[in-house]
């Protein structure tokens, strides 16, 4: 193969773009193998490590939170912060909203919507709560959502209840559930001929579950209710489409598995429903059906809106299949040494296919905050505690740069505590 088809084949110019001479040969020799096969490659793995800057002082599990800039995509940020300090008021009069616009196109594009339905955010929780604010509530109306979905959400429907006097129901997501229809079934219970609105996690964050969303989607529709999916932790991690999912608004953290900067997100609105929707901060030269009259924040760090464009370069160089089948296998690999353990608790389902890179894990006999503590101050990794809503345990959330020799530490660690 000559080396323009291999560039294409891992990502076309964004390899080129995104990696040194060095990496462009490595990636020619994988150029082939296929994403489940190169989920173990540990010499492929190792090279993506060194792309990362780690910290000496603790194995880092806990990405789900915040997962840092790669150096290179990190340089190319310090760049357009630097540029932009150069060009200061020029830039911001001139090319600024043409640059958000590009790279707006590009997460359209990525994750299969039109330009038109997809705005940059500072994160998901601007942006679901743009939607949930943006609402014309009406006394009596009613929301359904999770039990296990997230606090700055539930606190955003909350208020709107007080504001509006509607009405939220809530639901219990099952740990280990035996078939997509019985999570179905479940949020099908909660509705009623006054719900409008379906908020749903596509991965739950505490847990790792990826829910059925485009079943879910379908059984809301079915009862004329929209559904607003909670999408934190998808992009980048695993590979779907969000016409896919068939939902009216998607938000998303880009500052996560996508790895681009800190403070930036995403919002994705259904073309037919951008119209209905009230904006936060008023926009009101743009028409009703343009989605950037949800858009107006003021002045903000720009620097950022371009970083995004660096971090899917990079996401996509390596392949968001191959990252997938590798956050999967690197799940499976840890998940699978301490399941059945005696005292060790898995609080994520066991189906593979409805989990990847995240999961839970609790000890009995053990607060969770003892577990993370231990793990931490003992053993020198770092998760976080889950201790509520049905869930016991520290999440773990590992990256593409996170080693099989991490993870036998991690589990000789649990298998300790437990014993
Ligand atoms: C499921 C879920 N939704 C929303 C959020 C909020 O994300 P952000 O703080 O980036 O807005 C998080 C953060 O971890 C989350 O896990």
């Not at 880009?254 to 429903?273: F, R």
């Not at 990256?399 to 649990?414: C, G, M, N, P, R």
Request: with cysteine; aromatic share 8%; net charge neutral.
């Amino acid at each position: 193969m000559n080396k323009r088809d291999f560039v294409r084949t891992m990502g076309g110019g964004a390899a080129a773009m995104v990696f040194g001479p060095d990496i462009n040969a490595l990636f020619a020799s994988y150029a082939h193998v296929p994403a489940g096969e190169l989920a173990q490659d540990a010499q492929f793995w190792a090279t993506m490590r060194t792309k990362f800057k780690l910290t000496p002082n603790y194995i880092n599990l806990e990405n789900g939170y915040y997962c840092f800039q790669p150096e290179e995509v990190l340089d190319q940020f310090i760049g357009h912060v630097r540029s932009i300090n150069v060009e200061a008021s020029h830039y911001m009069r001139t090319t600024r909203l043409e640059d958000k616009a590009r790279v707006a196109g590009k997460l359209a594009e990525m994750l299969g919507c039109s330009p038109k339905e997809v705005i940059i955010t500072r994160n998901t929780t601007e942006s679901l709560d743009t939607v949930v604010s943006g609402y014309d509530w009406k006394p009596g109306d009613e929301a359904v959502m999770a039990n296990q979905d997230y606090g700055a959400m539930i606190d955003q429907f909350r208020l709107v209840a007080r504001r509006y006097g509607m009405v939220n129901k809530f639901v219990d997501v099952p740990l280990h559930p035996k078939s997509d229809e019985e999570v179905v079934q479940i949020y099908a219970d909660a509705i009623t001929p006054r719900t409008r609105l379906l908020m749903v996690c596509h991965i739950i964050n505490i847990t790792g579950h990826i829910l059925p969303i485009a079943k879910i989607s379908d059984m809301a529709h079915a009862r004329g209710v929209d559904v607003m999916v909670d999408g934190a932790h998808a992009v980048a991690h695993f590979e779907y489409k969000i016409p896919d999912l068939r939902c009216d608004y998607y938000g998303s953290s880009l500052h996560k598995w996508l790895s681009a900067p800190l403070g930036s997100g995403m919002l994705y609105v259904k073309e037919d429903k951008i119209a209905s929707l009230w904006p936060v901060f008023s926009e009101f030269r743009r028409a009703d059906t343009d989605i950037l009259k949800l858009n107006h924040t003021g002045t903000h760090p720009c620097h950022t809106d371009l970083g995004i464009e660096n971090a899917i370069a990079f996401h996509q160089a390596i392949g968001g299949a191959r990252k997938e089948a590798r956050l999967r296998y690197i799940q499976q690999y840890w998940t699978s040494r301490v399941r059945g353990t005696p005292k060790i608790v898995l609080n994520t389902p066991v189906d593979p296919s409805r989990s990847c890179g995240v999961a839970n894990v609790g000890i009995e006999g053990m607060t969770p905050a003892d577990v993370a503590k231990t793990l931490l101050d003992k053993y020198k990794i770092f998760t976080v505690a889950i201790n509520g809503n049905g869930v016991h345990g520290v999440r773990v959330s590992p990256q593409i740069y996170t080693s099989t020799a991490e993870l036998d530490a991690f589990v000789k660690a649990l298998k300790e505590m437990a014993a």
